[in-house]
């Protein structure tokens, strides 16, 4: 990893913005050095933008699909593989849980993390030397820089059981030596950039900043970040579920929106209820390309998708759980706004059909049990045929922000606190108020509504492990090779521990 890095740190600043790297020596007239980039505002938003471009392999092309999608949710039980995954042995690694430290895209996503911290690192020590800038919007610059380094770093410790934490900028090969710190260690450096950015990012950003963090997003992770070391730390429960009562409940001027698949079709980007979203354009000026395949990688064969990743029975009968209550006199809303699914929903066009046809004609098969996202999926037949995707990934919601400060009254023994902000999440759904008011069935509808809320948002297998129930549920859909002790965190890559001398002394210490 450590050639990679250096590669990174020789080639500067990516995408559309150059910057020269502190390890040259020479300096040419049309090279940027770092001496002259970091001079002004627009210098210091370039660099910014880079930070962000980081952001869950979001910088283009291929790569959200095929790592984000893969690293993370493959490994939940309402997930399985497409038919396509077969083709690719590593994706089939990790859904199997037979991967090990030098599967690729294991590799992708600890570099691509670490790559963003690296850039966040840049920004925050360049720009606090630029002289030719608005002092307040420089420290916003910064606050923003601050937080996709916490961001980077909880990505790693949400997937790694220790992380090595990047503190500064990195100018010279004998500092890329580091070794993997205590779990707490990096619980806390987290906490601390999230919460030293919460108090300078501004409550929102100006329409030509859209789409970049505020206090609410900060908030809205310093409090997943406290809920969930809560459990990992159970000396400290109480105190971290204060905390993260009171960051959640500073995450103010949110709303849900009423259509959830309009957030995920690309009809209502940066909505009401957008905490934190991935930025996609069809805008190419320059020569740009901020755009994915995420819907060919989603999409079923029958929709001109690739059929990569598709819905486990469990997640439709979770769906179905409740039976046929909704005011609508359906199921749960969010099942047809997250699936196709064999329904007289999808044949009606009073209600909603397979792109203007009915479900039968799409899905021909009488004796095959259809069951494919939707979410995703442009919302016209025309977009869906484009060959990319300039839908925004959305990270972080409000309604994520609901459930969590919900959980987190409820572990407090406050279950009649947490049932009105479960009922505003069902309410939007057109489902009924739940039933039950002890702590277990709180806990019960939690994890229920959790599964349907946010079915292929990466959260599931997260959840699981806060709960201590990884190897239950994925056992209950036949997934039995899981071992917790060997699959709740990935292995660290074995290209960052041979380039690594700090950190492979110290495993071979630790007789790992």
Not at 239 to 246: P, R, S, T
Request: proline letters at 4%.
């Amino acid at each position: 990893m450590k050639k990679y890095i250096l590669n990174i740190l020789l080639a500067g600043l990516i995408l559309s913005f150059s910057a020269c790297s502190d390890m040259l020596d020479l300096t040419s007239p049309d090279q940027e050095t770092s001496a002259n980039f970091w001079k002004d505002t627009e210098a210091a938003e370039a660099g910014l933008a880079t930070a962000y471009s980081q952001i869950e392999s979001s910088n283009g092309g291929y790569y959200l699909g095929e790592v984000r999608f893969t690293v993370e949710p493959f490994r939940e039980d309402i997930i399985v593989p497409g038919p396509d995954a077969n083709g690719y042995p590593d994706w089939m690694q990790l859904a199997n849980f037979t991967y090990d430290f030098s599967n690729t895209q294991l590799i992708v996503y600890w570099e691509d993390n670490y790559r963003g911290i690296m850039h966040a690192n840049q920004v925050i020590e360049k720009v606090a030397t630029i002289e030719n800038i608005d002092p307040d919007y420089q420290k916003q610059i910064i606050a923003e820089a601050t937080f996709l380094r916490g961001y980077y770093h909880l990505k790693l410790l949400l997937n790694w059981e220790r992380i090595i934490i990047r503190d500064v900028y990195v100018t010279s090969e004998n500092k890329l030596d580091k070794g993997v710190s205590p779990r707490t260690e990096a619980w806390d450096f987290i906490l601390s950039d999230f919460d030293t950015a919460s108090k300078i990012l501004p409550q929102r950003q100006t329409p030509e900043r859209l789409g970049r963090v505020t206090k609410g997003t900060a908030n809205a992770y310093l409090g997943y970040a406290y809920l969930t070391r809560s459990y990992e730390e159970p000396d400290n429960k109480t105190e971290y579920l204060k905390k993260a009562e009171e960051s959640f409940k500073q995450v103010q001027g949110y709303d849900l929106v009423k259509n959830p698949l309009s957030m995920f079709n690309g009809t209502n980007k940066n909505s009401e209820e957008s905490i934190f979203e991935i930025q996609f354009t069809d805008n190419t000026a320059g020569g740009a390309n901020y755009r994915h395949y995420l819907h060919k990688f989603i999409g079923c064969t029958q929709l001109d998708g690739w059929g990569c990743i598709r819905p486990s029975k469990m997640l439709l009968d979770e769906f179905k759980k409740e039976g046929k209550i909704a005011t609508t006199g359906r199921y749960d809303t969010r099942a047809y706004k997250t699936l196709y699914f064999k329904d007289d929903y999808y044949n009606d066009s009073s209600t909603e059909m397979v792109y203007g046809y009915k479900f039968e004609d799409i899905f021909t098969d009488p004796n095959t049990e259809y069951i494919e996202f939707r979410k995703y999926l442009p919302a016209t037949l025309e977009d869906l045929q484009r060959p990319s995707s300039a839908i925004n990934v959305p990270l972080m919601r409000y309604a994520d922000v609901l459930l969590l400060l919900a959980e987190t009254l409820n572990e407090q023994n406050r279950p009649d606190q947490a049932v009105p902000l479960i009922n505003q999440v069902r309410t939007r759904a057109d489902m009924p108020d739940m039933t039950g008011t002890s702590q277990e069935e709180v806990r019960a509808q939690i994890e229920h509504e959790r599964i349907v809320e946010f079915a292929l948002e990466c959260t599931r297998f997260y959840d699981l492990r806060r709960w201590g129930k990884t190897k239950e549920a994925l056992s209950s859909v036949g997934r039995t090779n899981f071992d917790p002790a060997q699959h709740n965190f990935y292995p660290i890559p074995q290209g960052e521990i041979n380039s690594n001398i700090v950190l492979r002394e110290q495993l071979a210490n630790e007789g790992n």
